[in-house]
C-alpha cells in the first residue's frame, strides 16, 4: 500500500470453515493498521455474494475488488486505480485489469465468453473477468439485481457500459494459483457446465436489461 493512506482494504471470510477468518483476525491484529479490515459471511453463497458483502462494509468513494488467492498482485488495484484517475472522466469510468500473458487451455474460456456476449448482448467485452476491478461507487449504488455467482464480473461490467461509462483497461499478469482449488475450473466438465451457465445468464441479462 506504499504511503498511500485515504484507502481500506477488505478482508472477506467468504464462509471459509477451514479457520480462514481466525487467520485473517490474526494477522489484522499484528499488523494493527486501521487502514485494513475484514468481513465475515457466515454462510458461503457464491462468488459475487462475497464481493458484495465487502462493497456493503466499503466507505471509499472508488471501490474495488480482486482475488485473493495471489492470482493477481495487490499492487495491480492501485495501477487501475491510478488509470481510472488519469482518464477522463474518473466518476464516470470503470477500470479493469486486461490478461496479457499466455494463459494456456483457459484462454479458450474467455474468448468463448466474449463470443457470447457480443452475440448474445451486441456488447464488445473483452477479459471480463480479468481483476481488479476499480469503479466509483454511484455504480455500485446503481445496482438492482448483482447476481452472486461467478456471474458478477459480467454483471458489473455490463452495468458500466449500459450506463455508459468509459472502460478503462490496464495490462495484468494473470499468476498461477499459489492457494486453494477453483471451484468450477478443474476438469473439462466444470468448465463446460460453467459456459452453459455463463450462456443462460447472459440470456438473463439481455432480457432484463432494462431492470438490472
Not at 51 to 65: D, E, M, N, R
Request: charged residues 25%; aromatic residues 12%.
Amino acid at each position: 500500500m506504499g504511503d498511500r493512506q485515504n484507502i481500506e482494504v477488505i478482508f472477506v471470510d467468504n464462509g471459509s470453515s477451514d479457520g480462514t477468518g481466525n487467520e485473517i483476525t490474526t494477522i489484522l491484529a499484528k499488523i494493527n493498521d486501521p487502514r485494513l479490515k475484514t468481513t465475515r459471511v457466515e454462510i458461503n453463497k457464491g462468488y459475487g455474494f462475497g464481493i458484495l458483502s465487502g462493497l456493503k462494509v466499503s466507505t471509499g468513494h472508488f471501490l474495488a475488488w480482486s482475488h485473493a488467492d495471489q492470482q493477481c498482485s495487490p499492487e495491480d488495484v492501485f495501477r487501475v486505480y491510478d488509470s481510472l484517475m488519469a482518464s477522463k472522466k474518473p466518476s464516470h469510468s470503470f477500470g479493469k485489469g486486461h490478461r496479457t500473458n499466455d494463459r494456456g487451455r483457459a484462454a479458450f474460456l474467455t474468448l468463448t465468453q466474449e463470443f457470447l456476449t457480443r452475440l448474445i448482448l451486441g456488447e464488445k467485452m473483452i477479459e471480463i473477468n480479468a481483476q481488479p476491478k476499480v469503479f466509483p461507487r454511484t455504480l455500485n449504488t446503481s445496482f438492482n439485481m448483482p447476481p452472486n455467482g461467478y456471474e458478477l464480473d459480467i454483471y458489473a461490467y455490463y452495468k458500466a457500459l449500459t450506463n455508459k461509462f468509459d472502460i478503462v483497461s490496464t495490462n495484468v499478469i494473470f499468476h498461477d494459483r499459489r492457494h486453494g482449488k477453483s471451484k468450477w475450473s478443474f476438469s473439462l466438465f466444470s468448465k463446460i457446465k460453467q459456459i452453459i451457465k455463463n450462456f443462460n445468464y447472459l440470456i438473463f441479462l439481455r432480457l432484463n436489461r432494462k431492470n438490472l
